[in-house]
């Protein structure tokens, strides 16, 4: 039987991941919006209702972070709470490109999306979005400048395979079995800084929509994370 101190403990564990996993879920929108808001002030980004709808999408996932905060704090809540929707795929992953473009541009990324096929898909379309969101992040970090990082997907008859490439540093066979891990961070000189809990949280996010995450890659020829994502 577990003792109050270490149910308290354990208690106080949990409280914290959930609470990282919050602020770290923060800082994507959050770094978006100044992205583009400083391309705005200099002149680089004009505001077209284009622009002005990555902002609203933006405002749009912090707000559903917020609403979804107590949820997260609430450490002794073993439910996990799913909004199930049906969406067009292709238009979310054009959102959230367009989101990041900015940011990709800046360093001189190459970043866009090699399929334009319209497929619906039925699943919980916020936890889909901070997963893709994630690894996007992660490829933009590990990316040099002059790099390129693209997205692709295809559809089979029971679910869709989702492929972010980036031909950055590559990950070795002995990391590849720890990225997942919360707080796992490889120390190499691009990209080093980080809280290693973004691709935790989009394989967490996955398994609860019952998707997965796999990642193939070799050092020095970039890395390519498959999601499979069940229709």
């Known amino acids: 039987m577990q003792t109050l101190q270490s149910r308290l403990k354990l208690k106080q564990k949990n409280r914290k991941a959930l609470i990282d996993q919050l602020v770290h879920q923060t800082r994507t929108p959050l770094t978006i919006l100044r ?12 505001m077209v209702p284009e622009e002005i709808r990555v902002c609203e999408n933006q405002i749009e996932n912090i707000t559903a972070i917020i609403t979804n905060m107590s949820s997260m704090i609430d450490a002794e809540k073993l439910e996990t709470t799913l909004n199930i929707e049906e969406f067009e795929l292709s238009q979310l992953v054009k959102q959230i490109v367009n989101g990041l473009k ?44 002059n790099g390129n990082v693209f997205v692709s997907y295809h559809v089979n008859s029971d679910s869709i395979i989702l492929a972010i ?10 990391d590849q079995a720890k990225i997942f891990g919360a707080y796992y961070k490889k120390d190499i000189s691009i990209g080093s800084a980080g809280d290693g809990i973004g691709l935790y949280v989009a394989n967490e996010n996955m398994a609860i929509i019952h998707g997965t995450i796999i990642v193939e890659s070799d050092l020095t020829k970039g890395s390519k994370f498959i999601l499979t994502i069940p229709r």
């Open 35 to 46: 992205t583009h808001l400083e391309g705005i002030e200099d002149g680089v980004i004009d």
């Open 102 to 145: 900015a940011q990709f541009e800046k360093k001189g990324i190459d970043f866009k999306i090699t399929d334009h096929e319209k497929v619906s898909i039925k699943t919980d379309k916020y936890r889909l979005s901070q997963a893709i969101y994630n690894i996007l992040t992660n490829a933009y970090k590990f990316t040099e400048p």
């Open 165 to 174: 490439e980036d031909n950055g540093p590559g990950i070795s066979k002995e």
